[in-house]
């Protein structure tokens, strides 16, 4: 089973900060994603990626950056955190082999900016 | 462009009752869809796809979806609902666009006693 692993279930951050969200799945997957989930608007795609090193913009990026120096691994960056970025976020994977393959999820990480 | 609307946010329904979640979608191109749930405090889990082939998808813990291609609907049903499926459920969906998926914004079903 692929296991996606998001490092933070909780978080707590004070406006203003540099946040650092990290993500690791272990299925050797080429594609990872980062979403945003709020109440009454489903998942909205910040970034993703399709290979180490390149990154491509989603829907709401702004504010956002991502990293991704390691296969495995998938950073998401909150430049300065600000309270309206409030959110649970969510971690994907998928492989490469078509628009067909599902996307393989982790639990999520509840981040709170006060 | 592609995109998915689910017109119930919330839907409540007595235990060993059916169900029926509702997805409509848009897209110019072939489309490729997917139901996920979501249980309390968790990640998104798949539920059932639809690739191409046999219209009705069977997935896991008893569901199915219909694909309606005239329609374009791909509407997720249980016959008989537990208390366990009280969770949020997303369709989504893909195209030829590369991987990224389209989500709905969530249906959420509460299984009543």
């Known amino acids: 089973d692929v296991k996606v692993t998001q490092s933070s279930r909780y978080l707590v951050k004070r406006t203003g900060e540099k946040v650092f969200l990290e993500c690791v799945q272990d299925m050797d997957h080429e594609n990872m994603f980062w979403y945003r989930q709020d109440p009454g608007l489903g998942l909205r795609l910040i970034y993703f990626?399709?290979?180490?090193?390149?990154?491509e913009k989603g829907d709401i990026p702004e504010g956002y950056s991502v990293s991704r120096e390691k296969k495995e691994r998938f950073s998401l960056i909150l430049e300065s955190a600000s309270t309206n970025q409030t959110s649970m976020y969510l971690c994907?994977?998928?492989?490469?082999?078509?628009?067909?393959?599902?996307?393989?999820f982790g639990d999520g990480t509840r981040l709170s900016i006060l | 462009a592609q995109s998915v609307t689910q017109l119930d946010s919330q839907v409540p329904v007595f235990e060993e009752a059916p169900v029926e979640l509702r997805c409509n979608y848009s897209s110019s191109v072939s489309v490729y869809l997917f139901w996920y749930v979501q249980y309390p405090n968790q990640g998104l889990q798949l539920l059932l796809k639809y690739l191409s082939g046999s219209t009705l998808v069977k997935g896991i813990n008893g569901f199915e979806a219909e694909f309606n291609k005239s329609q374009t609907s791909f509407h997720l049903r249980k016959p008989s609902v537990h208390i366990s499926d009280t969770a949020e459920y997303f369709c989504a969906v893909s195209g030829n666009t590369g991987n990224q998926f389209y989500f709905g914004t969530g249906t959420s079903l509460t299984v009543i006693p």
């Open positions: 994907a994977s998928s492989s490469p082999t078509g628009s067909y393959q599902p996307q393989h």
């Open positions: 990626s399709y290979d180490v090193k390149m990154k």
